[in-house]
């Protein structure tokens, strides 16, 4: 069985249970493999960034094998917006959050579809002409959004989560937890060296990768921590912008995109 999502979202949780832990959030146009099926819950691995969990069966739109293989097969655009808006042929808009797929987009005819739904969108949206290079002002277009565990738009979004959504906009897929991220790109040795863009990892007395930040010079990294925020950091770590106390130990800087 495969499924997609045409929601704005869908919760991905640890356990077939509305109280269980939200690891993620499956953006619209997502699709994925449905492993398994109890009674109204379905456990799906999300072929995009490889994420696995359980989603409520009702919320999802079931496809065939064959549009399946066929959206594996396509490059998609993205919608390079915090939030945009497709519209149906009734009339009715759908939000699409920043980082939702749009399968086989016809630009001349501003419109995309999915099996029989047709969606109008502005192609002033997507992100067509989006590079590497503008990867920090379209992660600073999150900026105050609030933070929430797992979350993955404008209206509750996590550290790493603000990281994934971000470049996959400008065209890189990365995995989805700061665990998982750590392993691309290459290593920058001191923040001096930095770039715009390159991506800090910070770990607990323990080792274990607890956080991840978009720096945007040599002394300032963009970052979600209880809202999306710009704050201080040095050698040490990032400092609260309330009181100046280190909030993160800085592990590792790495060049992603």
């Not at 192609?123 to 999150?142: G, I, R």
């Not at 996959?168 to 930095?194: H, Y």
């Amino acid at each position: 069985m495969f499924g997609i999502n045409l929601n704005g979202l869908i919760p991905l949780r640890s356990e077939a249970d509305e109280g269980s832990e939200q690891l993620t959030q499956i953006l619209f146009g997502e699709y994925f493999i449905v492993e398994e099926v109890i009674e109204r819950w379905v456990r799906i691995h999300n072929v995009c960034d490889n994420e696995k969990g359980w989603i409520d069966r009702k919320m999802m739109t079931p496809i065939e094998e064959v549009l399946f293989n066929k959206l594996d097969e396509h490059q998609p655009l993205i919608v390079s917006k915090p939030i945009a808006y497709a519209t149906l042929p009734d009339g009715t808009r759908q939000p699409l959050p920043g980082g939702s797929r749009l399968p086989f987009y016809d630009k001349e005819r501003q419109q995309f579809a999915i099996g029989s739904r047709v969606f109008q969108f502005a192609s002033e949206n997507t992100n067509s002409d989006k590079t590497t290079s503008d990867f920090v002002d379209t992660a600073l277009s999150y900026l105050h959004a609030p933070y929430l565990w797992g979350g993955k738009n404008m209206m509750g979004i996590d550290c790493s989560g603000l990281v994934q959504v971000s470049a996959l906009i400008c065209g890189k897929q990365l995995t989805r937890n700061a665990r998982q991220q750590i392993e691309f790109g290459e290593q920058v040795n001191f923040l001096s060296e930095i770039k715009p863009g390159d991506i800090a990892f910070f770990d607990h007395d323990d080792g274990y990768i607890s956080h991840v930040g978009i720096l945007l010079n040599d002394h300032q990294i963009l970052h979600a921590s209880g809202e999306v925020h710009i704050a201080p950091i040095d050698n040490q770590g990032i400092k609260s912008v309330i009181n100046g106390k280190y909030t993160h130990s800085l592990r590792v800087i790495k060049r992603i995109c």
